[in-house]
Structure formats: structure tokens, C-alpha cells
């Protein structure tokens, strides 16, 4: 294959690749995922990148037929991934209201046995709830007419022994906001419809594919740093824009780097993920596992793709950023678009399963819809997660936009002397995350220390980068992502992976924000003492040791 002229992002080319992925619906480890993973190999090995098809066996769940049966009435359903299937003539039972799902909404009330009427698509923490609470079925409304494909384990990755028991334990279906909303009218006003729901949900371990392709610089030593570029190439049904457009920016932005590698300073590494949509990121999650030593020693930096280039995507400024990536992306996006970066923390969500390393990551999702008054999981469109998502929802202009800014986040994070790596804005939002704690000490617990500690990194930075040249500089940005990456995104685990659920700003401070918030005194803060201590001590740790790597 040709290939691509310098820095000229060809929309065109990208449509012609997109109209091919079109054709296949990528279910994980599924006979159309592989040739489709195999047309995008075929892109890539023109480029002159290295490809390899990594296989590896993942737990996956694939939903099947599912209908709700309502005083005899059937309403159009979907079920969702990690659900359980129901018996053979369905699952009836008392139906109960529980709001939204959360765990305030479970709190008090006798939900055994019964199925839960939901405010909301189907998440993990919900099915988590309405499992713990003993439920046996869910059934959720949707904010809208479309019902939208999702998988409901909480578990990241492939299930262990420890893990197990935190898969669903509820068959699930989602119903529309129509037919929902009638159901929760009928129980305000004190009726008891008679409800059935019946789901067919194909769980269980088989092997899936990872394509990974490789280019070194042309100039750079065996085990050279290198960045990891990534996306998801398995879909709910064709996922056109979820995330066949990802896939094919992907291949236009790496035909374009490789044509400016003798400036590279670092190597590129491509990777597309199988197990995202029905297996809860077991793809990445092996990679983390099987790859952790190489990516400890390597990977200086992920950058994601996913759901780009859609109709109507004009909002740049919400993509999720690391701190000290935001800077980058911030420069990036006004130069390709003028738009600002406001930014927002990124979410314990997507392909992100290398934070416990100590990889900063950027960007899952890029471009947005603007809000509207359907309240949606994420901004990508109404079709996101549906059988609508095809080719019709694509903007060329848009995607030619979306995989200029990865051209040159890509460009900047391989050939910059100093990575574009801001260790002093993380420590800053750090120093903010400990002010909002309050005084010198949470209910005995000394955190001067901590802070001490913070701003001395922070001092000893800033005199290292007048001192050291580039390489150790670089050195430096490497040894203190993975003392620093650790504690902003993960609970303490280096070498496991936190719950697909949300996590709040800094959760290594989070035994320490549930001691300040428990009555001093209490038999409830003398517990939540214990994991204070070892929490500020994990904390102080990381941060001495980071320190003394700058001498």
C-alpha cells in the first residue's frame, strides 16, 4: 500500500477504511472481528509498522433475545452483557421501585427476590446494588426511546477467584422511557402489574484477539521508550462510530507519524483491544497484566481513542485529561480548533488499565455533542451503543478534524526533547486535594507531613528541570509518573485493578477523607483510623521516594 503523504489527514481515505470496517458486526472473538482486525493489519504492515495478533482467552458475555412481559402485554427489550439469563419461562416478580439505583435508594428496603424498577441505563454500580441487596432481576428505563447495549460488571477485566462474586447476580432488561415510565405511574398509584422478564445472555471464556503494531525510532537502542496509542476494535453491532472510527483514525495517524520518524525520540506502539464492550476491558487488562514489567520499564505515555469524528461533534473542551496532560492537549485543541480545553478528570472507565504502572493517560472519548435534554451516559449521540450506529453518523470533516489533534498529540509526546509531561501541575492538585482536608490534622491523624512532602517534591522539581538536560529529564518525568500516576488514579494495588467504578480525585486520600467525615471520637472513626494511618503512609512513601530520585 501507498504511503500517505506528509501531514496531510486524508478524510477521504479515512471513509474508504471506515466503509470497509462497516461491513462487520465485532463481537468479541467473533470470526468477523478477526478478518476485520486482519484488513486493519494489512493498513498498518504498508506503513511499515511490525504486527503481531496476540491472542489470549477472556471472560465474555454476549446478550442474546430478551422481551418483558407486562399483564400479558410484551414490551420491546434488550438485555446486557454479565446479566444472568432467566429460567426458561422467564423470571416474575413483585415489582419495586427503587429510583435511580443507588446505594441510598437500596438502603432500608426488602428488595429479595423481587425485580427493581430503574431510573437510568443499566451500570455496574447498579447491578451491584440490586445484587447485594438480594434482587433477582432489574429493569431499567431508559432516558429515551433507544435502548442501549452495556455491560454491568464491575470487575476490570477477566474475573479471579476474589473477584467472582462481584459479577451480577440479576437478570436485567431495559425497556424504553414510554414503557417505563407507565410501569412506575401504575406502582405510584398503587397498582401491582405482573411482570416477566426473559433474557438469553452467552457468558463464558473463549479466546480473543489484541493486534499490536510496533515502529521503533530509527535511531533509538533496543528497549527504547515508547508511547502506547490505543482503541478498542470490538462493537455493539456495526459501532460505526463506536469505534470504527477510532480504528481508522488510528490508521491515518500512524501512516502519518511514520513518514516524520527520523525525529522521533521515542518508539510508537499501536494496540486495538478486543474484550471492551462484552468483557469489561479484558483485553488491555491482560496486556497490563502480561506486559507489566516491558510498560513498568517503557511506556512513557497512553493516548486513547474512541467514539470520534460523529455528526454533530463540535465540542472539543470536555475531553478527559490527565493533569499533567492537559497542558498538551489544551495547546493541541486551540491550535486545530481554537476551541479551549477546560477538561475533566478522567474516568475510571474505557481502556485505561495501566494506571496502576504509572502510565499518565489522555483522551477517551475526544469530540462531544452539545448537552441536550436527554441525559445521557456519555455526549456521543443518541445512537451511541445501538443499532443505529452507522455509517450515517459520521461527519468526514469532523473525523478529519478528531485525527488531526491525535496527529499531533502523537507528533509532540514522539519527538519532543523533554516529554510535555507537567509533574508540577499533578503536585498542585494534590496540595489543593489535601487543603480541602481542612487543618494541620484529621481527628489526630498528622497531615503537615504529607504536605511537607508535597511541596518538597514540588521544590525539588522545579530546581532539577534548571539542571538536568534532556535525557535526564526524561528519566526524571518516567521515575515520578510511576511513583505519582499510582496514587492520583488508584486505590494502593500497583499490580491489580480497581473496580470499574467511579473513583474520586486522588483515591489514594480517600481513607483519609472518610476519617475527616466520621464524629470525632466515635467507635466509627476509631476504625476508619487504621486505613487513614497506612493510607497517609502509603501516601508519604511514594512521595519520599520520588524526591529522592532527583538526587
Known sequence: MNIPPPRCVDGARMMRHLTKLARY??????????????????????????????????????????????????????????????????LAARLVDVGAGGAADFAGRDVSGCIVLVEGMATPAVALNASRAGAAGQLHISPHEHLHEMCLSPVWGNPSDRTLAELPTTVVCTVSQADGAALRDALAKGGSPIVTLHAQVDTGWRATPILVAELPSMHGAVDEPFILFSGHHDTWHFGVMDNGTANVGMMEVAGLCAQSRGAWRRGLRLCFWSGHSHGRYSGSAWYADTHWDEMERRCVAHVNIDSVGAVGASVLGNAGCATELAGLAAEVIAEQTGQRHAGKRMARAGDQSFWGIGIPSMFMSLSEQMPGSVKLRHALGWWWHTPDDLLDKIDPDNLTRDARIYLEVLDRLLTDPVLPIDHAAQLASLLEELDRLGGAQVHGLALDSLREQVAGLRDAWAVARTRLDAQ????????????????????????????????????????????????????????????????????????????????
Request: with cysteine; proline share 7%.
Open 472 to 551: 535526564g529529564m526524561n528519566a526524571s518525568i518516567l521515575r515520578l509518573c510511576r511513583a505519582l500516576v499510582p496514587l492520583d488514579y488508584t486505590s494502593g494495588d500497583r499490580f491489580g485493578h480497581d473496580p470499574a467504578l467511579p473513583i474520586p480525585a486522588w483515591p489514594a486520600l480517600e481513607p483519609i477523607r472518610r476519617l475527616a467525615a466520621a464524629t470525632p471520637g466515635s467507635d466509627a472513626a476509631m476504625r476508619l483510623a487504621v486505613p487513614a494511618r497506612q493510607a497517609r503512609n502509603r501516601i508519604f512513601h511514594a512521595l519520599r521516594e520520588a524526591r529522592a530520585t532527583l538526587g
Open 25 to 90: 458486526v465485532k463481537l468479541s472473538g467473533s470470526r468477523e472481528e478477526a478478518e476485520s482486525l486482519a484488513y486493519i493489519r494489512e493498513v498498518l504492515d504498508g506503513y511499515g509498522y511490525a504486527t503481531q495478533i496476540l491472542e489470549h482467552e477472556a471472560y465474555i458475555s454476549l446478550p442474546g433475545a430478551a422481551r418483558v412481559e407486562v399483564d400479558g402485554h410484551v414490551l420491546n427489550a434488550i438485555t446486557h452483557s454479565m446479566s444472568r439469563s432467566s429460567p426458561l419461562a422467564g
